[in-house]
């Protein structure tokens, strides 16, 4: 057995140790891994480095998350305990239970302490919501989706031109994130 397992699963928020069992389903941690994946792929020798879900972010006294997924570039963040300060992206897979943090105090706490990028990924609606830095508060840029065949039917010609299953990383000029990679294998 694997020590790390007996472990408990919980964040500190705002000075509260906050639970998080059950551990997350399937399609949470297929998510979270394909994004992973992605993040790998393009930052094979590069700086920046991919973290998967499951290691703890200190950001202060009061805040240790657990997000989903992470990008570091600063190699002076990593400890064999956690990340230590800002990852310049953040990934959180929403859940029934952490929805309302995760959109909230979460998203607040990451830009206060400096996150450039945070992305919002929902499930069922099989979006991500795309938010950039300004000052110490993450502000929303792009929801993502993919639409079923009903909803592209509903939009007009305009809006289905438009409309694009994929989007850049504001962290990388040349990353292109496509949600079928996002959603892929999902059960």
Excluded at 55 to 81: A, I, N
Excluded at 108 to 114: A, E, S, T, W
Aim: charged share 30%; net charge negative.
């Amino acid at each position: 057995m694997v020590a790390y397992q007996d472990e408990p699963w919980e964040e500190l928020i705002n000075g509260e140790v906050v639970l998080m069992s059950p551990r997350p389903v399937y399609n949470h941690n297929r998510i979270a891994f394909n994004i992973a994946h992605i993040f790998e792929n393009y930052l094979k020798g590069k700086r920046c480095t991919v973290i998967a879900d499951g290691m703890d972010l200190y950001l202060s006294d009061k805040d240790r998350f657990v997000p989903d997924t992470m990008v570091v570039c600063d190699p002076d963040k990593l400890q064999p305990k956690g990340v230590f300060g800002a990852p310049d992206l953040v990934v959180e897979v929403l859940s029934p239970k952490t929805a309302k943090r995760d959109k909230g105090y979460k998203k607040d706490v990451y830009g206060k302490h400096g996150v450039r990028e945070y992305w919002i990924v929902d499930i069922p609606n099989r979006s991500v919501e795309q938010y950039f830095l300004q000052g110490e508060t993450l502000t929303l840029h792009d929801i993502h989706t993919i639409l079923d065949e009903v909803e592209m039917d509903r939009l007009t010609e305009a809006e289905r031109a438009a409309y694009s299953t994929s989007f850049q990383c504001s962290l990388y000029d040349d990353l292109t994130i496509h949600l079928e990679d996002v959603f892929s294998r999902l059960i």
